[in-house]
């Protein structure tokens, strides 16, 4: 009688293993590459939120400056400081500007690699009636220095009102009927890679303000 060997057959049956090519190896890590480099970009980069939410934050501010300018009569301006990295908003008030510490209208620094620029048209408003702005807004610095004072009370004084000496003048004037002149800024992201990003808060009218994305 013929015996026929099961083990043997079954181990003759099944399929060989074997080890994967090396051209398969290199597809493998080529396609996950190509996901890794998708997922690198769909992920969002925080400066591109840094932009935007700074841009954001100055259209409500100069927004609330101008309720502000209105509900008090006053006359505002928004300053640009420190090579476009930082703004604050001043008060024109007993003859100077003086920066405001309101909730809202303090001085701000932008984040680092954010700037802005800031343009301004000629103050129209002024200017149809024949106004002087630099005399409107004339500061007599002898008037806060007190030099002329020889006493010790004077130069006490003096020195007090060294202290009240006027801010520089703000670019962008907010009057007390909520006007202002017609102005473009930009802020953008001077991050090497993303130096393309950028958004602007304008008006054409000096009424209405808008804020939109400007991408170069």
């Given at each position: 009688?013929?015996h026929?060997?099961?083990?043997?057959n079954?181990?003759?049956s099944?399929?060989?293993a074997r080890?994967?090519?090396l051209?398969?190896?290199?597809?493998?890590?080529?396609?996950?590459?190509?996901?890794?480099l998708t997922?690198?970009?769909v992920v969002p980069?925080?400066?591109d939120?840094?932009?935007q939410?700074?841009?954001?934050v100055?259209?409500?501010?100069?927004?609330?400056?101008?309720?502000?300018a209105l509900?008090r009569?006053?006359?505002?301006g928004?300053?640009v400081d420190d090579n476009?990295?930082?703004?604050r908003?001043?008060?024109?008030t007993?003859?100077r500007w003086?920066?405001?510490n309101?909730?809202g209208?303090r001085?701000?620094?932008?984040?680092?690699?954010?700037?802005?620029?800031?343009?301004?048209?000629?103050?129209?408003l002024?200017?149809q009636?024949?106004?002087d702005i630099?005399?409107?807004?004339?500061v007599?610095?002898?008037?806060f220095?007190?030099?002329?004072?020889?006493?010790?009370?004077?130069?006490?004084?003096a020195?007090?009102?060294?202290k009240?000496?006027?801010?520089?003048t703000?670019?962008?004037?907010?009057?007390?009927s909520?006007?202002?002149a017609?102005f473009t800024?930009?802020?953008?992201?001077?991050?090497a890679?993303?130096?393309?990003t950028?958004?602007?808060?304008?008006s054409?009218?000096g009424i209405d303000?808008?804020l939109?994305?400007?991408?170069?």
């Amino acid at each position: 009688m013929t015996h026929t060997s099961q083990p043997a057959n079954r181990a003759a049956s099944l399929p060989r293993a074997r080890g994967f090519t090396l051209v398969e190896v290199m597809v493998t890590m080529a396609v996950i590459g190509m996901l890794a480099l998708t997922v690198s970009f769909v992920v969002p980069d925080q400066r591109d939120d840094s932009v935007q939410e700074s841009a954001r934050v100055l259209y409500e501010r100069i927004n609330y400056a101008r309720e502000f300018a209105l509900v008090r009569s006053a006359i505002l301006g928004l300053r640009v400081d420190d090579n476009g990295t930082s703004y604050r908003f001043l008060q024109f008030t007993d003859g100077r500007w003086q920066e405001l510490n309101y909730r809202g209208l303090r001085r701000t620094a932008l984040d680092e690699q954010v700037s802005l620029d800031i343009e301004t048209a000629d103050l129209a408003l002024l200017e149809q009636d024949d106004t002087d702005i630099d005399e409107v807004f004339k500061v007599d610095e002898r008037e806060f220095t007190g030099r002329d004072s020889d006493d010790e009370d004077g130069a006490e004084d003096a020195g007090d009102r060294a202290k009240l000496k006027s801010q520089p003048t703000p670019q962008l004037f907010i009057f007390g009927s909520g006007d202002l002149a017609p102005f473009t800024i930009t802020l953008r992201d001077d991050f090497a890679l993303r130096a393309g990003t950028e958004w602007k808060i304008a008006s054409e009218n000096g009424i209405d303000i808008t804020l939109s994305r400007g991408d170069l």
